[in-house]
């Protein structure tokens, strides 16, 4: 016999046959997010037990182009935009009065966040932004301020697209994952070298 948190887990309109073990959903446009279910079955003597996250993306987010920052200085960060069907480069905003270190999408919204660096050597620069896709423009005035310190700037950032994580490294940090609401971190893996970039691969690993 199967069993499943699924009644707590996800929102109503799903079908779980506890004979045969298959669960069925569709997904309405209001369900966007992550679910971490939990999949059990018992014989009455041993259980066994697997877990899966799923995902479901909105619909009207732009997964066929690719954003991306040519960081060149601290007053010089380009934001580019990438058409994956076209193989078509754009560049979107040529002002030179950003200091942007690393950039990525969120994998359900579809909103870009960017990691802002030390410009002048301020603490204060170092904050994580959303960058509108059509200008280019982030909105430093409602970003939330990181916590790391003098001597630390994030560099590369990718979010993680099982948990909706956002992920960074750079240089001095480790590797991180950072809070969405506060900024805050917490060290996932103890790395002394800088981190230029980072990557998931389809088995949720960095």
Known sequence: RYGTNAEVAL??????????????WTPGIKDIGIYAI???VTDGLLTAQMELNIRVK???????????????????SQFIKFSIGTNKTELI????????????????SGEIYGLSGDKDDQMINKKLILIDKK????NLTSGVQLDITTGQEYQGASFNPLTGELWAGGDNTNIRII?????KSK?????????????WDSLGRV
């Open 11 to 24: 929102p109503s309109g799903f079908i779980f046959d506890r004979i045969n073990g298959v669960l069925e």
């Open 38 to 40: 939990r999949f059990n």
């Open 58 to 76: 909105d619909l009207v987010c732009d997964q066929q182009f690719v954003y991306a920052i040519n960081d060149k200085g601290p007053d010089d």
């Open 93 to 108: 905003n040529e002002k030179k009065n950003y200091d942007i270190e690393a950039i990525d999408t969120h994998p359900i």
């Open 135 to 138: 200008t280019g423009i982030p």
């Open 179 to 183: 809070n969405l609401t506060n900024g």
């Open 187 to 199: 060290i996932m893996i103890k790395y002394s070298q800088s981190v230029e970039g980072l990557a």
